[in-house]
């Protein structure tokens, strides 16, 4: 499996940035993507996911109703968009994926993530 992210960059407060996670090497078409994020000093933290085959999606409460997870399975690439950013948004943002979700729920799992990018880089200016 390889996921490579694409999007990162300088925004200021307020404005809006795209991140891209392109998936191959899936042996089944049912997995599981996930965005993570790492400021400085601090330990990852999971921000969304989403489920292949039904679009579920969660979210962590600090970026409901500012980002939004989807896929587009032709191209098998999964996008977190990012709008009204803050400072506090500022990490390295890295894509993951749950390869054996289709074992398991409908749903995903910040948890289950068994592969992992090697990151894209957000800095929200103020």
């Known amino acids: 499996v390889q996921l490579v992210e694409s999007g990162g960059g300088l925004v200021q407060a307020g404005g809006s940035l795209r991140l891209s996670c392109a998936a191959s090497g899936f042996t089944f078409d049912d997995y599981a993507i996930g965005w993570f994020r790492q400021a400085p000093g601090k330990e990852r933290e999971g921000v969304s996911c989403i489920r292949r085959n039904n679009g579920y999606t969660y979210y962590v409460d600090s970026v409901k109703g500012r980002f939004t997870i989807s896929s587009d399975n032709a191209k098998s690439t999964v996008y977190l968009q990012m709008d009204s950013l803050k400072p506090e948004d500022t990490a390295v943002y890295y894509c993951?994926?749950?390869?054996?979700?289709?074992?398991?729920?409908?749903?995903?799992?910040?948890?289950?993530?068994?592969?992992w990018g090697k990151g894209a880089r957000v800095t929200v200016s103020s």
């Open positions: 993951a994926a749950d390869s054996m979700a289709w074992k398991y729920a409908t749903t995903c799992t910040m948890g289950n993530m068994n592969y």
